[in-house]
């Protein structure tokens, strides 16, 4: 009698195992799934479902013994009029650039978090960020802002008390400009709803990622949708 009671056990335990294990087909964790993570060993995806969506998913990531871990996930938004292709991306569409980018530094109103030691700029009255095509300083911070840089074609970063309050600035057009591609794409903290281009993330993610990133791990920034010509996966 004893040889059925042992392989009902068996073929319990087989089912058991059956059911706790992961599907076949599960997909990888994401960034095994890009095309580039841009070799460092930290990386940020900003995932939208397609390029008319103004919200997604920001995921900061992690590579440790050879695998990549995620380290924490928060809801993102986009611009108000989605995303577009960042290679062909024309400035005041309103549209988030899709592609991968290096993080140059950050910035911000407030102090930044404890913890942090990426390069830090504090903003203070005097900081500008320039949009003006005609200008030598396209896309770039200037302190204080020249006369070639017209008031009415950039930011005055301290009036956007909120969203600027701390930022990271996305190298999108920045090692080289592209009059007319697009400036001041930052990932930075949530204002009332979707962005002029940027992605945006709460107030206490933005303070966690600026905690977390560190310079010597070469963090990125993919940013794509989930599919198509625009997918996170092709950058």
């Not at 920045?174 to 979707?194: K, Q, S, T």
């Not at 933005?206 to 920034?221: F, G």
Request: glycine share 12%.
């Amino acid at each position: 009698m004893r040889r059925p009671l042992l392989t009902l056990a068996v073929l319990l335990a087989l089912a058991a195992g059956s059911l706790g294990a992961a599907p076949a087909d599960t997909p990888p964790p994401l960034p095994y799934r890009l095309a580039d993570t841009g070799g460092g060993s930290q990386l940020i995806t900003a995932e939208a479902p397609d390029t008319g969506s103004t919200t997604g998913t920001v995921t900061w990531w992690e590579r440790r013994g050879g695998r990549w871990v995620e380290k924490g996930s928060a809801p993102a938004r986009f611009g108000a009029n989605g995303l577009a292709e960042g290679a062909s991306r024309e400035q005041g569409t309103g549209t988030t650039p899709t592609g991968l980018y290096d993080l140059p530094y950050a910035f911000g109103i407030e102090d930044a978090p404890a913890g942090t030691r990426y390069p830090y700029r504090k903003v203070n009255d005097d900081s500008w960020w320039c949009q003006d095509n005609a200008s030598r300083a396209y896309n770039r911070w200037v302190e204080p802002r020249p006369d070639h840089c017209r008031a009415d074609e950039a930011e005055h970063l301290v009036t956007y008390g909120t969203q600027y309050a701390r930022a990271l600035v996305i190298g999108f057009n920045y090692d080289r400009p592209v009059r007319g591609r697009g400036a001041g794409i930052f990932l930075h903290v949530n204002g009332r709803g979707a962005t002029a281009g940027c992605v945006s993330v709460p107030a206490e993610t933005m303070a966690e990622i600026l905690a977390w990133v560190r310079p010597e791990r070469r963090p990125h920034i993919a940013v794509g949708t989930s599919s198509g010509p625009t997918a996170i996966t092709r950058y």
